[in-house]
């Protein structure tokens, strides 16, 4: 089965520098890439995904980039701010399975003020 | 909020008790999930039903049931669960299955087994 890998497990950044957090995936079929932000109390919510016809994508502060070939995906956040503190999931998925998406281990986003 | 929503949001049960965790979704949805979510460990795909039918069971024990009477309502019901059994148990739900749609989830519901 997939098999996804994210790095670092904790990030801690200046409010306003950039962080990325980067993932590795194991099946080749997967063509479906998105990412989660959960808030303590919250369940993961969705702020961005990709999909393989794609190699880029962005969203105001937010991008993700996907190399197929190498079998990993990245999300960049921008001009980062206190609000952005959270854990941050990637997963992976392809269109013959059952929406069974397989998460990486999360990373624990820290911006200071 | 995602217009998912689950009960109870906190829940203490022994491990002889008999207890229920609700989903509900108010998106017009045909496919939901349960998810576990432990600490330090990935999320966890448990159960996946499509216009009420499951679809798939990721190996989960027998002493969680998944029941999905409708495709707007999903439960989890559990007995004689494990203290390793307490987890936040996320529900989640998407338009369809089959094809790579977002799945949008509830708050989740932090289970304590004593």
């Known amino acids: 089965g997939e098999n996804v890998e994210q790095h670092p497990s904790t990030l801690s950044v200046q409010e306003g520098d950039s962080a990325v957090i980067k993932c590795t995936y194991s099946?080749?079929?997967?063509?479906?890439f998105p990412w989660y932000k959960q808030e303590l109390g919250k369940g993961p919510q969705l702020i961005i995904d990709?999909?393989?016809?794609?190699g880029e994508k962005k969203d105001q502060r937010i991008a993700v980039t996907l190399n197929k070939t190498a079998k990993h995906f990245s999300l960049h956040i921008t001009e980062t701010q206190p609000e952005d503190s959270a854990v941050y999931f990637c997963?992976?998925?392809?269109?013959?399975?059952?929406?069974?998406?397989?998460f990486g281990q999360g990373t624990i986003l820290t911006v200071h003020p | 909020e995602t217009g998912v929503t689950q009960t109870p949001r906190h829940l203490v049960m022994g491990m002889t008790n008999k207890k229920s965790l609700k989903c509900e979704q108010h998106?017009?949805?045909?496919?939901m999930y349960w998810y576990k979510q432990s600490a330090k460990k990935p999320l966890e795909l448990m159960f996946v039903?499509?216009?009420?039918?499951?679809?798939e069971n990721n190996s989960v024990p027998s002493r969680f049931s998944p029941e999905c009477p409708n495709s707007s309502h999903l439960f989890l019901h559990l007995h004689t669960l494990q203290p390793e059994d307490s987890a936040l148990y996320l529900c989640?739900?998407?338009?369809?299955?089959?094809?790579?749609?977002?799945?949008?989830f509830g708050p989740g519901t932090r289970l304590t087994v004593l």
């Open positions: 990709i999909r393989s016809n794609v």
């Open positions: 997963a992976a998925n392809k269109e013959t399975s059952y929406g069974k998406l397989t």
């Open positions: 039903y499509s216009l009420e039918e499951r679809v």
């Open positions: 099946d080749s079929a997967s063509n479906y």
């Open positions: 989640a739900s998407s338009q369809e299955s089959r094809r790579t749609d977002t799945q949008y």
């Open positions: 998106l017009g949805h045909n496919a």
